[in-house]
């Protein structure tokens, strides 16, 4: 599902678990970037919005070796 569809229908619970599955994906080897693609849909509730950096925060701190 791209991120698009995912923020407009979003739930903030259905976000976390989204951005905590993309972050498991995503982060082994390094490098990956969370993003919410190339812009925001209009339709996207701000308190979804919102949520994306401190859930970053919580789920894509990478621990040191």
Do not use: F
């Not at 490098?31 to 693609?37: K, P, Q, V």
């Not at 925060?57 to 621990?63: D, M, P, S, W």
């Amino acid at each position: 599902m791209d991120s698009v569809n995912v923020l407009l229908n979003a739930t903030p619970e259905s976000l976390e678990a989204y951005v905590r599955d993309m972050l498991a994906c995503g982060m082994p080897g390094g490098g990956y970037i969370l993003s919410t693609a190339c812009s925001v849909a209009p339709g996207v509730k701000p308190e979804i919005l919102r949520q994306l950096v401190p859930l970053a925060e919580k789920y894509g701190v990478y621990t040191e070796a």
